[in-house]
């Protein structure tokens, strides 16, 4: 996507297919609404986009460990992302990825819809106490 001929094949090859939402990873091509973008690890990459003179979004994509990891490592993790989301005041902020975690179903739960299934295992409960702070 770094050049403008590269976008236009993009476009060319999504003007044939029905589509809805389109991801792309590893583009790097800065455009004039890209504020910034910040990679704070390996694992945590954040972009902040101006939406028009009023608004923007941040977007923090993570990739949380796995169980295997050391509780240390999940705690860094965590910092890491609550670095990158607090590094901009923008008005929209979306942290999204792979969280490695099961929320399931839990009573009491403030930020959690009820729709959740299976039950919550550690790891989750880390990402819900995280989303609650």
């Known amino acids: ?14 003007s044939s297919i029905k589509w809805d939402v389109v991801r792309l990873c590893e583009v790097r091509r800065l455009g004039k609404n890209i504020v910034e973008f910040y990679g704070v690890s390996e694992r945590v990459a954040s972009v902040t986009i101006k939406l028009n003179n009023r608004y923007s979004l941040q977007i923090v994509q993570v990739y949380t460990p796995t169980c295997s990891h050391s509780d240390e490592e999940i705690v860094s993790f965590y910092e ?19 969280c490695n975690a099961k929320i399931g179903k839990k009573t009491g739960d403030t930020i959690v819809v009820n729709h959740d299934m299976g039950t919550r295992n550690e790891r989750g409960q880390m990402l819900v106490d995280f989303a609650e702070a």
């Open 1 to 14: 996507m770094r050049t403008e001929s590269n976008l236009l094949a993009l476009l060319e090859e999504l």
């Open 80 to 98: 890491d992302v609550h670095l990158a989301s607090k590094r901009v005041k923008p008005y929209f902020t979306i942290i999204m990825g792979d």
